[in-house]
């Protein structure tokens, strides 16, 4: 990719903001058009910024409203994309998600062009296996990414044979994501005013009822006469959000929910951290719960899993066989009970220091950015050599 220019499309999610640093790291020149950028404060060298639809309501950006106004808006950005495609003539387009700004790719005539599908795509897994009518037009796509690689043989079936289709996490780096030495936890602790002896249980996921943070607090409850005192259950304040209102409600509804079960007193609220910063909240916690579903192989499991924390997940379909199901406390989802059973063992039996340190051995392995890089580059390189490139 040294030398190529890449158009990456999209939301400015940590996985876009992932995805802009490797193609930076590859030597492209990235040319990012969404709504805001990944880079706020000093752009680096070979990434530049445009904004494109900041007029589109949230529930436009998830293309929950297909109506004339929707039309309208996509016709008259997909131009403007357009103009921006023979402007910066790339080699190829890369768009983070499967909402209106891949519609404007696909509307501009944007080609080749690769899409991310990120969690767009689980109801493949969790419903019937056949494309909604709103992503019908993903057969006109070049290349799919998609997560675990049964994700990618479901698509494989309901796609035409002529996409290249590949299994692709967006990984992390497991320089920034790692265990630290008790003084460094107990320092970091202490800034989160965790007292030495106090037990903190994280859930650490966005608030979207997808993450089931009632379930948590609901387990929580159950599991509580029997912690070890104090306890605290930890959240994350709402950052980034497809649609704030419906996150501030989800959150708000979470909050009476604590409140009439008696343990909004164990119930503290931290800031929004940093992507890369996660890990200080992984290490300080004792135990993290990810219980979000439907998902398909959340990129926060993997970054615990190399904080050598333990970690309780949802026993999902798109887990067996993978490192999450060897290296991780499963419990079935949506299931407050099983849940609360789940906290008690990993809490009163913790997973020994060589299980944890096996997981990140695994992480190492198959999601470290050094692995991820290789495979983005083998993608990038097989579409822009095999697909037709933007005339320049």
Known sequence: MKGKRLLLTGYATPQLTRHVEYALDLGATVLHAGYRTVHPVKPPAGYIFTPIAQDATPGMRLRHERGQAYQELVGREAQRLRALVDEFRPDLCHTIGIDLIFDLCLAGGVRPLLVSALGFLNYLVYEKAELKQDDRN?????????GPPMMADIAHKVL???IHIEPLMVGLDCRHFHSVD????????????????SLAILSPRGWARGYNH????RAFTQALPSLPAPAYLLFIAIGRSGDHSKSLAYFE??????????????????????????????????????????????NTVLEVMACERPIIV???????????????????????????EAILDMIHNPPPAEALSAGRQAVLMHYDKAVILRQLESIYDGLILSKPAVKR
């Open 160 to 162: 035409p044979a002529t």
């Open 182 to 197: 008790s003084a460094t936890r107990a320092k970091w602790r202490r800034a989160l005013n965790l007292s030495p002896e």
């Open 253 to 298: 509804e979470v909050q009476h929910l604590a409140e009439e079960l008696g343990v909004n007193e164990h119930i503290r609220v931290l800031p929004a951290f940093p992507s890369q910063a996660m890990a200080t909240l992984y290490n300080a916690a004792d135990l993290v719960i990810s219980y979000a579903t439907p998902d398909t192989f959340g």
């Open 138 to 146: 993903l057969t006109m796509v070049d290349g799919l990414i998609v």
């Open 214 to 217: 009632e379930y948590i607090v």
């Open 314 to 340: 949802p026993a999902l379909p798109t887990y067996p066989g993978s490192i999450i199901a060897d290296h991780c406390r499963m419990a079935p989802p949506k299931n407050a009970d099983a849940l609360a």
